[in-house]
């Protein structure tokens, strides 16, 4: 793991008081993937409970009214820390200052976790289908290290598609270390199978992941049969337009959307950070 240097911005959070009903947890690892992505790890509260695949609202103690965003949980429910994935954006409210941070330095997270994308959400199939562009595979990067997953599943189906080849590192990196985990391996055996794209001209696999399903490469890359909603279950997490048309290709195979209090067969988070 790489850690950034102290900026002004962390040297000045401890001046403001932490607001009341928010945890205050410490920084414990920083790893930068690129100029645009990192991620994060931080103590978790011992009262702090959520299911895989929820997401929290964060912020910075840098401010007499912080900003607050919402993040996904990239971390397994078991997990004794809390991992998070996310873009820097040069202007944003929280993330200009969340990009420096550095362990040690402490993050704001609010006391309720929320979301769409967990178990409960979907009736029982037998292929679970991940579908993520960028930072969207945060959520799915909890759900592939739940061992329930494995459970419900015979097989996981985790896709990413990012820009540039060097984007898709983190996610390259959660399967393998996920495979090879000494808790999840036996979980997992053969059940997790990973695609990674990317859309520049001259990368490998250079195509969104709406073309690939609409030409049935993605399946074929795989060695998979394509999508069936008597069998399938799906959650999605990426851009609005990512989200768009996955929902539309899924619709018209026969997928219903689903949510906590209506299960169905595929389910999408629509939170953003900034």
């Not at 793991?1 to 900026?7: D, L």
């Not at 990192?38 to 895989?52: A, E, K």
């Not at 991992?83 to 609010?110: N, Y």
């Not at 679970?128 to 739940?146: H, K, M, N, Y």
Request: aromatic share 10%.
């Amino acid at each position: 793991m790489s850690s950034v240097a102290a900026t002004d911005d962390a040297a000045e959070a401890t001046e403001f008081p932490i607001p009341a009903g928010v945890f205050a947890e410490n920084v414990t690892a920083v790893k930068h993937y690129t100029d645009r992505l990192f991620s994060f790890r931080m103590t978790r509260p011992q009262s702090f409970r959520f299911r895989s695949g929820e997401f929290v609202m964060i912020g910075l103690p840098n401010a007499a009214k912080p900003v607050f965003r919402a993040y996904s949980i990239a971390s397994p429910a078991w997990d004794e820390e809390l991992e998070f994935f996310s873009i820097k954006v040069p202007e944003g409210p929280l993330t200009e200052h969340l990009q420096k941070i550095k362990v040690g330095d402490t993050v704001l997270m609010r006391k309720k976790p929320t979301g769409t994308l967990v178990h409960d959400a979907l009736i029982p199939g037998k292929r679970l289908f991940l579908f993520s562009t960028g930072t969207g595979i945060a959520p799915f990067a909890s759900v592939i290290r739940d061992p329930e997953t494995y459970e419900k599943f015979d097989q996981v189906i985790l896709t990413q598609t990012c820009r540039e080849s060097a984007e898709l590192n983190y996610g390259r990196e959660l399967v393998e270390n996920t495979r090879n985990d000494e808790l999840m391996s036996e979980f997992v055996g053969d059940k997790l199978l990973f695609h990674a794209s990317s859309t520049r001209e001259g990368e490998p696999r250079g195509e969104r992941v709406t073309k690939l399903i609409e030409s049935g490469k993605l399946f074929t890359d795989l060695g998979i049969e394509p999508l069936n909603p008597e069998t399938d279950r799906a959650m999605i997490c990426g851009s609005m337009a990512m989200l768009r048309e996955i929902e539309g290709l899924l619709q018209a195979r026969g997928f219903e959307e689903g949510a906590n209090n209506k299960p169905g067969t595929y389910v999408v988070e629509r939170a953003f950070v900034d």
